[in-house]
Nanobody, 126 residues
Framework: QVQLVESGGGSVQAGGSLRLSCAVSGYTDSRNCMGWFRQAPGKEREWVAH????????SYTGSVKGRFTISLDNANNMVYLQMNSLKPEDTATYYC???????????????????WGQGTQVTVSS
């Protein structure tokens, strides 16, 4: 049984930092995509970043590029999202997701991700 469990959310002031963690268990595909998505109240779920576990290929949505960093700890089956210079518009519930790659390519489409965590809330105040 695949499980993804996020942690690390919280409330910070604008300009602050948080590191989200995602503990992955039961996922046996060693070459897949790990993604972070977020959903703000009243808005659609939005892709934030992904990483290809077979080679570390990484992509970010434009609004977080240069501020967020996605990383892997394969030995401990962890995925992280380091978030710096946080802005009020980053306020959302953040979700970790896992799914198969297309060859070695990951996608921003949430339908390509089969497994999801329960989400962790990030609130950034101005």
């Amino acid at each position: 049984q695949v499980q993804l469990v996020e942690s690390g959310g919280g409330s910070v002031q604008a300009g602050g930092s948080l590191r989200l963690s995602c503990a992955v268990s039961g996922y046996t595909d060693s070459r897949n995509c790990m993604g972070w998505f977020r959903q703000a109240p009243g808005k659609e779920r939005e892709w934030v970043a992904h990483i290809y576990t077979g080679g570390g290929r990484i992509s970010y949505t434009g609004s977080v590029k240069g501020r967020f960093t996605i990383s892997l700890d394969n030995a401990n089956n962890m995925v992280y999202l380091q978030m710096n210079s946080l802005k009020p518009e980053d306020t959302a519930t953040y979700y970790c997701a896992a799914g198969p790659a297309i060859g070695t390519i990951c996608t921003a489409l949430d339908v390509r991700y089969n497994y999801w965590g329960q989400g962790t809330q990030v609130t950034v105040s101005s």
